[in-house]
């Protein structure tokens, strides 16, 4: 399997030899296909399957075949090698495609954390095999120590080591934890993988213009932000 990501982002062309089987989870994705018609089978998801990913179909393509899928504004698509020892878990919404053989399995999360991140179940993969995932800004991996903490931003994580602690929180001090996003706390061993996009509206915003005084007035007075325009 060959996959290309041309710039800008917006697209990426899959390219499959003869013998490489691909699991689509959203179909709707493909633009264009050039193959036999009868290498694209479409089949229905498990119940929990559609469940994590609100979809209730997906593809099987087979090669040899190419085909485009397109890609959300400002998301882009990086492929993850996965090891017949590999624990990562992952969150199965950014899950694009897969390479036949994988394994899967399902972990149901925590309910206080799962209440916080409506995320319920993540999914560990067992290779050989290649994942697809989506993200928005690139795939950066950091390694997690067992007594120093990793905080990451909760929306921002995209897989971790099934072995790893991890909790919700906040850091810093008083100001600094009143004014961040959940956190997502881990300790243990092996990499995390995290998606590198800005989610910071007033960083976006201050790019975009607005004065300093603004600025300071929508952060330190009471509902600043609401009649500060």
Known sequence: MEVKAPTPIGHVRVALAGEDLLHVLHPKSILAYQGAPQSREDRFMDLAGAYRKRKWIRSK?????????????????????????????FDFRHVMFYTDGLHMKSK???????????????????????????????????????????????????????????????????????????????????????????????LIEQLQGGGIIKRILRELLPFGSVYIK
């Not at 040899?64 to 090698?81: A, H, N, R």
């Not at 050989?128 to 928005?136: A, D, K, V």
């Not at 008083?174 to 800005?198: C, D, F, K, R």
């Open 61 to 89: 393509l087979q090669g040899p075949s190419e085909f485009i899928l397109g890609l959300p504004p400002g998301c882009q698509l990086e492929t993850v090698d996965i090891g017949p020892k590999s624990d990562l878990m």
């Open 108 to 202: 149901v999360q925590k309910i206080k954390t799962a209440w916080i991140t409506q995320e319920w179940i993540r999914m560990k993969f067992t290779g050989p095999g290649t994942l697809g995932i989506i993200t928005t800004g690139d795939l950066v991996a950091m390694q997690l120590h067992p007594s120093t903490p990793l905080f990451v931003e909760a929306g921002s994580l995209i897989a971790y080591p099934d072995g790893a602690k991890i909790k919700l929180a906040v850091y810093g001090n008083q100001l600094a934890s009143q004014h961040m996003n959940v956190q997502w706390e881990l300790t243990g061993s092996g990499p995390v993988l995290i998606q590198s996009g800005s989610r910071d509206a007033q």
